[in-house]
């Protein structure tokens, strides 16, 4: 009998671009809009270190919780935009303006808030915006737009 398996699988190149590669096309808005997401989560960290006194226990956990949970998620959304996800570019687009609005409707939390964090949230934003601009922009807003064969 015969032990040889006469199916061989099709072999079909499936080559996903490393970040490297990817680095290289990058249009150089693009770049500057991925730094600058960076920098505005950096700002976005010192921000929640900056704790207004007078907060209970509780309160700090859920302030903690919720950091840490925006921070996956600006990780994640930063790497999807780094890659070239034109979805991301929109859903940046909504937690964005909900930023804007939440920074102008200046609500007091539990506690007060520092004239710092307001300088910090308030260059957050706008760096936010800035990228925003950045990606939704000619040359940006081709990366996002390049067919599924190159993505």
């Known amino acids: 009998m015969n032990n040889q398996n006469p199916y061989t699988p099709p072999q079909a190149p ?26 505005g989560l950096f700002l976005a960290v ?6 207004p006194t007078g907060v209970d226990e509780e309160t700090n956990s859920a302030a903690l919780m919720t950091m840490a949970l925006s921070l996956v998620v600006t990780i994640y959304l930063t790497v999807k935009l780094y890659e070239g996800r034109n979805s991301v570019r929109y859903l940046m687009a909504g937690l964005t303006i909900l930023s804007v609005l939440l920074l102008l409707a200046g609500g007091e939390g539990p506690g007060k808030t520092t004239v710092l964090q307001h300088i910090v949230n308030f260059l957050g934003v706008v760096f936010d915006c800035a990228a925003l601009y950045l990606i939704f922009s000619q040359p940006g807003a081709a990366w996002f737009q390049r067919d599924a064969t190159s993505a």
């Open 14 to 39: 499936i080559e996903a671009p490393t970040f490297r590669e990817l680095f290289k096309q990058m249009p150089q808005q693009v770049k500057v809009a991925v730094g600058l997401q960076w920098l």
């Open 46 to 51: 010192m921000a929640h270190l900056i704790i």
